[in-house]
């Protein structure tokens, strides 16, 4: 059985960092091979992808983080990574780490003005 647990979520203010860790626990073949990606949900809209990183180490991100966040991951903690910079207040949000079908309890992040 997959976990994962998400851990760096806190306030901030607008122009500031904050780096997100999620460490999986559970079959090492299954998460090293597979794709981790991290996802958040704001107040009233739906949960989408931020940015993603496959077993092979390609990397996805979404249009609106392209250039102020870097997803990277380190394969032998089983450990991945959002480095967060530039952050502004529509960054606000519930941030959740996935691997296939599990997820994890989400960390919050909080932008101020």
């Known amino acids: 059985q997959v976990q994962v647990v998400e851990s760096g979520g806190g306030l901030v203010q607008a122009g500031g960092s904050l780096r997100l860790s999620c460490t999986a626990s559970g079959s090492g073949i299954v998460i090293r091979l597979n794709t981790m990606g991290w996802y958040r949900q704001a107040p009233g809209k739906q949960r989408e992808l931020v940015a993603s990183?496959?077993?092979?180490?390609?990397?996805d991100y979404a249009d609106s983080v392209k250039g102020r966040f870097t997803i990277s991951r380190d394969y032998a903690k089983n450990t991945v990574y959002l480095q967060m910079n530039s952050l502004k207040p529509e960054d606000t949000a519930v941030y959740y780490c996935n691997l296939r079908t599990v997820w994890g309890q989400g960390t919050l992040v909080t932008v101020s003005s």
């Open positions: 990183v496959s077993g092979g180490g390609s990397t």
